[in-house]
């Protein structure tokens, strides 16, 4: 978790002392945090959780996709013609358990989650399309963009 506590920071950092992540720390004339992996995906998952929500409590869902700057339009990666935004998806997921390799197997490795380890996860897509290409732009994505943690 990012913290706060007081000690001089009026030198350079080039004296071999290390600062990991979860330190704030001044560079310059600015202060800025560090924040965990773990944090950075739980406020991920927040943002997303509260974006959906909003989306689907908005009366006028164009204007809710203008004002989060979600673009109507995007360029062909490949060079073709502009994508367009045609779709928005809302995926509901329900994670039943885990797989993972096993040792010296080629089977899976697989643990079914406990009744009250199951949770409902939902996810958004824009979905682009132009004549040439179809493209699905994740929330999770779009907003790591934009400069939200992730």
Do not use: C
Request: hydrophobic share 40%; charged share 20%; glycine share 12%.
């Amino acid at each position: 978790m990012p913290h706060d506590h007081p000690h001089d920071h009026a030198h350079g950092h080039a004296h071999g002392h290390a600062h990991g992540h979860g330190h704030n720390h001044a560079h310059g004339d600015h202060l800025h945090s560090h924040m965990e992996p773990g944090d950075l995906a739980a406020e991920l998952q927040i943002l997303t959780a509260q974006f959906i929500d909003g989306f689907r409590e908005a009366r006028d869902k164009a204007a809710y996709l203008r004002i989060a700057g979600v673009p109507l339009e995007l360029a062909d990666e490949a060079g073709g013609p502009p994508l367009k935004l045609v779709d928005v998806t809302l995926t509901t997921e329900w994670q039943v358990g885990t797989a993972s390799p096993s040792f010296g197997s080629r089977e899976l490795s697989y643990l079914p989650f406990p009744g009250e380890m199951i949770a409902e996860r939902t996810n958004m897509g824009f979905v682009y399309v132009s004549m040439d290409a179809k493209k699905v732009v994740d929330l999770r994505g779009f907003l790591a963009a934009k400069g939200a943690p992730g």
